[in-house]
């Protein structure tokens, strides 16, 4: 199984795109997350040899805007995609998915979503006064698991011990935004010093911030992975 990054704020040379959001795709028919807008994922995926028309499923990590942007385009593009969204999203965005002629599955609890690759089930949470709905993707890889995160509002530790219980396995690889980009130093040092604990390898990106990725650097070593658009990561 491998995983390629289609849209994130680093990229691998000026030819990409890059910007604000997520979109990873894994293996070549399943897409979580879509970015800050579809003209950047078309264009990537261009110049990485992705055709479009071959995902089948799309999996939105949670509804705020950077993460779901180039849905849209996607879904006039390639009309055969189901989206699996968390139930508790907006009913407006869930009935704009329905009348592009999209599949909706509305995750509450873990679900498979193909062989190998599950939703953690949606996780909810109220941030600055707003309640989000937030499910991660895992990836089995024999004994042990890949998590991506989204945005990790949730908790990125929180996230981890809810997904080992779920599997009762440890994570092999965490990859994604784990929102430390506003917390302070000594918060994200012990998030670093805890997920070493927990993960074998880590690839912090999108909301994770800078001082939390430089933390993590130094601490994971060769442990530690870049995102960037236009890479490929296999399991």
Known sequence: MRLRVLFDKEVMNQSFEGGWGV???????????TGEKFSYIEKNSKLMGIDLMKITKVVISHQHWDHIQGLNGLLEMNKGITVYVCAHSNKNFKDRILKQKAKLVEVKEKINIKEGVYSSGECLISYKGEKIAEQSLIIERGKDLVLLCGCAHFGVLNIIEKVRRSFNKDIYCLIGGFHLMDKEKRFIEYVVRECRKAVKKIAPSHCTGFLGVSLFREVFKEDFLE???????GF
């Open 227 to 233: 995102i960037k658009v236009g890479k490929e990561i």
């Open 23 to 33: 979109s990873y795709l894994v293996d070549d028919d399943l897409l979580f997350d």
